[in-house]
């Protein structure tokens, strides 16, 4: 965890991590419905965020994989006659409740109150709980999904501009 003293150095900062630490190894980025706008949030966040400020992509060269996929259509999520494919979701459907004490929101929604609020102890706890759930869904689907179930993408972008700033 680092500390940053405004979005565009703390972006800057996830180049040079994303840059050191991920791109050209053996890793990928994995996210829970990461990929879409409305009801997503992630990548369109980073990526929304990066162009307001007009910063450089931080995920060049790195592979990423979406799990909700693979939850959907390789998995029973059904509790009760629904079937539930959100995060928390698919997490108590297939591994238990174990995120639920150290998540203080019911609604991932809420995140976003917090966030506008400045309430940023509940928004760390919530987004670590988030990380803990979506890497133990991970390892399920790794265990018992075929390596052609991770819909690999690349996160290069096609153009990349060297006016872009970064930090």
């Not at 966030?115 to 018992?144: C, K, M, V």
Request: hydrophobic content about 40%; some cysteine; charged content about 25%.
């Amino acid at each position: 965890m680092s500390c940053h003293r405004n979005e565009r150095k703390l972006l800057a900062a996830v180049a040079e991590f994303v840059a050191e630490s991920i791109a050209d190894d053996d890793y990928m980025l994995v996210a829970y419905n990461g990929e879409l706008y409305r009801g997503g949030f992630d990548l369109p966040f980073l990526r929304t965020r990066c162009a307001l400020l007009d910063c450089r992509w931080p995920f060049d060269g790195v592979p990423y994989a979406d799990l909700l996929p693979i939850f959907r259509a390789r998995f029973n999520t059904t509790v009760g006659e629904e079937q539930v494919n959100d995060l928390v979701g698919a997490y108590k459907a297939l591994i238990g409740d174990g995120m639920t004490a150290l998540d203080p929101f019911e609604e991932s929604l809420e995140a976003v109150t917090a966030f506008e609020r400045g309430e940023f102890r509940p928004l760390l706890a919530h987004n670590i709980a988030d990380i803990l759930r979506t890497d133990a869904l991970a390892g399920l689907a790794q265990r018992y999904c075929g390596t052609s179930e991770f819909d690999l993408k690349s996160l290069t972008p096609t153009l990349r501009d060297p006016a872009l700033t970064d930090g």
